[in-house]
């Protein structure tokens, strides 16, 4: 089945590290998005890519990093410089970047602060 | 600037009951998408409907139907005789014409149908 693929579901991040949440798709999407959703609130727009090698900063991008080497994946990175990662990461994807496009998740994963 | 209001943070129904779900949203696009999406307990969002702004005929899916007045800019949401595997959050989108880059989401709606 096609889909998209968010490893792990829970992780915890100690005080300096850095971890590194994985996406993968098997739909053929151009199109990659990461989103960070707090309680209570939407979903924030933290990183996208329209193309492989290229991504752009979204509204919250400061303390994470991305990359996008192939079609198929774009880990998202939480650095040290995050001071405040304790959230919901969705991973989602599209066929192309326009705004007609639905997008289509993973199922996401948990961070939290140790 | 585009937003989305979701003014109702939580509501709790007893089967079979009726629910509306609200979402307004402020855009100075002249052509836009709106979008409803579910997420259930398991995490992942799942599409539900798309609408651009020239079509503003509601639209019926099985107990799903939905509300578009350009008038009043608001998209709602309506479930017909709920069922407990409604029970999620809903969440409300805006999109320009463009591109998925400047998608809005609005905070949420949790919906619990009781038994």
């Known amino acids: 089945d096609g889909g998209i693929t968010q490893s792990p579901k829970y992780l915890f991040r100690k005080e300096g590290q850095n971890v590194t949440l994985s996406c993968e798709q098997n739909?053929?999407?151009?199109?990659m998005y990461w989103y960070r959703q707090d309680p209570g609130q939407g979903l924030r727009l933290i990183y996208y890519?329209?193309?492989?090698?290229?991504?752009q900063k979204g509204d919250i991008a400061e303390g994470y990093s991305v990359s996008r080497e192939k079609k198929e994946s774009f880990p998202l990175t939480v650095t040290s410089a995050q001071k405040n990662p304790t959230a919901f990461y969705l991973c989602?994807?599209?066929?192309?970047?326009?705004?007609?496009?639905?997008?289509?998740f993973g199922s996401g994963t948990q961070l939290s602060v140790l | 600037a585009q937003k989305v209001t979701q003014a109702q943070t939580e509501i709790s129904v007893v089967e079979k009951e009726d629910v509306t779900l609200d979402c307004v949203y402020e855009?100075?696009?002249?052509?836009?998408?709106l979008f409803w999406y579910k997420q259930p307990p398991s995490g992942e969002l799942v599409f539900l409907i798309r609408?651009?702004?020239?079509?503003?005929q509601n639209e019926i899916s099985g107990r799903y139907s939905w509300n578009f007045q350009k008038s009043t800019s608001s998209f709602n949401f309506t479930i017909t005789a709920s069922q407990v595997v409604d029970s999620a959050v809903y969440f409300c989108a805006l999109s320009g014409y463009n591109n998925n880059n400047d998608m809005r989401f609005g905070a949420g709606t949790r919906l619990t149908v009781k038994p």
């Open positions: 855009t100075r696009d002249t052509t836009y998408y």
């Open positions: 989602a994807s599209s066929t192309t970047g326009e705004g007609y496009e639905k997008l289509f």
């Open positions: 890519s329209q193309i492989v090698n290229d991504f």
């Open positions: 609408r651009n702004s020239f079509d503003e």
């Open positions: 739909l053929n999407h151009d199109a």
